[in-house]
């Protein structure tokens, strides 16, 4: 009888070059929204599209968004967001404000939403030199506290510096200044 073992990895990349050698590559796409949607209404019984967007289509994620306390901390996120680039609130503050252990899918969370309002500024009016450049500095300190993340920098520290940027920057990148 055959064994087989079973390596599944969001970061192929990031395993040793030997170990995935000797592994057959899988993609598993996403479901199409139609039947993602449908299977998490039966699986949830209700309609969660609010879920399955921010799980990106993929509705095992959804069905554990919409099930566990996932899409009331991304309100939270975007209301904390929110307040920071309207300066009403501290960015020390909002950077306590994030729990350290989820860190990782906060800064995740952050990179789609912030994509997102990117979007929506861009098709509402062109972007003056300014705007733009600041968007191009909160995408860079993104990038690169996601990438710190994945050492040993403090989470708290990392969370400080990317909300004191959106602080400076939020305004002036959402068009409010």
């Known amino acids: 009888a055959a064994t087989f ?22 993609y598993l796409p996403v479901p199409d929204g139609a039947a993602a949607a449908a299977w998490l209404a039966d699986q949830t019984g209700r309609s969660d599209a609010e879920a399955l967007k921010a799980a ?33 609130k501290d960015p020390v503050a909002a950077a306590a404000a994030v729990d350290r252990e989820a860190l990782a899918e906060h800064l995740e969370w952050a990179w789609i939403w912030l994509h997102e309002r990117y979007r929506e500024r861009v098709l509402a009016a062109p972007l003056d030199p300014r705007a733009a450049g600041a968007w191009e500095q909160v995408f860079t300190e993104l990038a690169e506290t996601r990438r710190l993340a994945q050492g040993t920098a403090q989470p708290q520290l990392l969370l400080e510096s990317l909300f004191v940027l959106w602080f400076r920057q939020g305004q002036r990148a959402l068009g409010g200044a």
Do not use: F
């Open 56 to 88: 990106r289509g993929a509705p095992l994620r959804a069905r554990a968004l919409s099930l566990g306390e996932g899409m009331a901390l991304r309100r939270e996120w975007a209301e904390l967001w929110g307040a920071v680039a309207k300066r009403r």
């Open 5 to 26: 073992l079973l390596l599944m990895s969001e970061r192929p990349q990031s395993l040793p070059a030997t170990l995935r050698s000797r592994c057959q590559r899988l």
